[in-house]
């Protein structure tokens, strides 16, 4: 069965510190994993993706994530958090079973960046 | 080029109605993906429609149907609202039947009074 755990529902970090929102998942299947953010009233916008190529993933606005599948985690990170990077963040594992693709997201981590 | 649109933005009714919600697909997509957000929560997958079909469903019940028109926008309905329908709809485009990487619309926020 596939599911999706965001292991902190809340992250706390002053401004220009690292960020680290962790991600673990479960997948009987080859994943695909991503990492979306969501600014207050506001739809999804992708961050970054894994899909079976590099491990270590660059995204937009400076985030990074690792696929790690001995600890089958996906854990976003940052080197210096911006107050811009106030939002929610949600982990995605997408996977074909039978062919058809089976999408579940996680319960959401909320940053907060402190000046 | 536009993104993913959805209308409206904002809805209310009350329970026991009906509601039809809107999405247009990003330019060159032809696969639209419905999601429900409850306030707090991530998005729960409500149903998957590709070539005019429903290809497959999550766990939400008959009252929610969905339509996909020949120029790949997708309609969103649901019956017999319930308090517990209030949330955000998120519909999301992708292609070929698949979604490694959706776009979202900014969802149309649906309040059941």
């Known amino acids: 069965a596939q599911s999706v755990t965001q292991l902190d529902s809340h992250v706390s970090v002053s401004e220009g510190t690292p960020v680290l929102l962790r991600c673990n998942y479960s997948?009987?299947?080859?994943?695909?994993l991503f990492w979306y953010v969501q600014h207050p009233n506001k739809g999804l916008q992708l961050l970054l993706k894994?899909?079976?190529?590099?491990?270590l993933v660059k995204g937009i606005n400076g985030f990074e994530a690792e696929f790690k599948k001995s600890e089958t985690s996906f854990h976003l990170t940052k080197p210096s958090a911006h107050m811009s990077d106030a939002a929610e963040y949600f982990c995605?594992?997408?996977?074909?079973?039978?062919?058809?693709?089976?999408?579940?997201f996680g319960t959401g981590t909320k940053l907060q960046v402190i000046p | 080029d536009a993104g993913v649109t959805q209308s409206p933005t904002h809805l209310i009714k009350t329970r026991g109605q009906q509601v039809t919600l809107r999405c247009s697909p990003k330019?060159?997509?032809?696969?639209v993906s419905w999601y429900q957000q409850a306030l707090g929560q991530g998005p729960q997958f409500i149903f998957q429609?590709?070539?005019?079909?429903?290809?497959q469903r999550g766990n939400f019940p008959d009252r929610f149907s969905g339509h996909q028109f020949p120029n790949y926008s997708s309609e969103l309905n649901v019956n017999a609202l319930l308090q517990g329908d209030s949330a955000l709809y998120l519909c999301?485009?992708?292609?070929?039947?698949?979604?490694?990487?959706?776009?979202f619309g900014p969802g149309t926020r649906l309040t059941v009074t």
């Open positions: 999301a485009s992708s292609l070929d039947g698949r979604a490694y990487e959706q776009y």
């Open positions: 997948s009987s299947y080859s994943p695909s």
């Open positions: 894994y899909t079976s190529a590099a491990t």
């Open positions: 995605v594992v997408s996977e074909f079973p039978g062919g058809y693709q089976k999408v579940t």
């Open positions: 330019s060159g997509h032809d696969t």
């Open positions: 429609y590709y070539e005019e079909e429903e290809r």
